[in-house]
């Protein structure tokens, strides 16, 4: 999963243009949000039919609202996030680090 992000990172960062209009604190808000939704949607992919489409879709937007965020804002700030290679950059070692203290967590 890691090896997707930052190839994706590595994609959007060649394509990018310099606009820093994102504050840190945006950046760290979003990216938790969107490391929370990654592993949603790994344990969503993983369930087989004991996680329909509406609690995925539930815990989605619980997720989000958690974060104080919005599916519109989220896909706004990642696309915003792709004309800032110092942003995007940011974004990504931002949910790395989660999704690292969060598998640190549930190792024994």
């Not at 996680?51 to 609202?65: I, K, P, S």
């Not at 965020?69 to 989220?74: E, G, I, Q």
């Not at 290679?85 to 790395?96: E, G, H, I, R, S």
């Amino acid at each position: 999963m890691a090896h997707r992000i930052f190839t994706l990172a590595f994609l959007l960062v060649l394509g990018c243009s310099r606009n820093n209009d994102t504050t840190s604190s945006d950046i760290d808000r979003y990216a938790a949000a969107y490391a929370d939704l990654l592993t949603l949607h790994e344990s969503y992919k993983i369930s087989d039919s004991t996680f329909t489409h509406t609690e995925y879709m539930a815990r989605v937007n619980a997720t989000l609202q958690h974060h104080g965020v919005n599916a519109n804002d989220l896909k706004q700030t990642l696309t915003a996030l792709t004309k800032s290679p110092d942003n995007l950059t940011q974004f990504y070692q931002k949910v790395t680090e989660r999704l690292e203290e969060m598998r640190s967590r549930r190792s024994p």
